[in-house]
């Protein structure tokens, strides 16, 4: 089974530092990047792709530096970017042929293969339609399609649920999910639903840095004692609102129940509240998003 581990891994961008001195161990399982945009998931999983090189540090695959393994360690990848391209006159069927050949399938495998993924993906029945047909959630399906073709043991996937719908994004887990026994999986995402339940290891990412990993559990637990709720008069939750984080906020007869992020208590009468992975994405992102608005 395959064992991917970064040493001190930085990538600067002229004057920025994109990834900072990041090392990590990951062993087959779904590993989840939460992070708001900005926070270097993307540089880092190209990184771990081999589509860029470090600035400093190493990734070993299995003990051997990737660069030095370079077209062996391809053949163990499934990648799928935030944008990935594709020929919009070809048909879904005709594409993933295109790809598997270009991933090295065996041509014995490559059409037993392409109806497999067609069909995991829900897209056997439109196979023969133009790609340039398709909604962006069938797209994206068709991306996660071609980021399996070759059975990868490293599967790499960024920001992989964008334009699925909820019944989608469902499937697209449950797929993920099924697959892991024996993979590193890799998941980039802001989507807190994405990673929450099924993967084995989340990492929060800031700034280059990874400021908290574990299971969801040993997560959510970094924000004990920060989270609080409090059922306020209306003109009292308008005031709260704009005071503090408010990770959910939703209308009980004439009072309003707020879910506050806070580090200190932020009224009298609020009680602490058991941390959801959402609140420990709003605690730690929540400046970055504003910043982005």
Known sequence: MPQLVLDRVTRHFKNKIAVDAVSLRLQPGIHGFLGANGAGKTTLLRMLCGVLKP???EIRCNGTDIRVLDGEYRYLLGYLPQDFGYYPDFSAKRY???????????????????QEMLHLVGLDGEQRQKIKSFSGGMIRRLGIAQALLNDPEILILDEPTSGLDPKERIRFRNIISA???EKIVILSTHIVSDVEFIADQILLMKQGR????????DVTDSAAGKVWEYLARPDEAERLNGEFSVSNLRNEGDRVYLRIVSDRCPCQGAALAQPGLED????YFEELAEETL
Do not use: Q
């Open 96 to 114: 993933l042929e295109y790809l598997a050949a270009c991933k090295a399938v065996p041509d014995a495998l490559a059409k037993e293969r392409v």
């Open 210 to 217: 990874i400021i908290e990993k574990g299971s969801s559990r």
């Open 179 to 181: 697959l892991s026994k």
């Open 280 to 283: 420990v994405y709003l605690y």
């Open 55 to 57: 600035t400093s540090g």
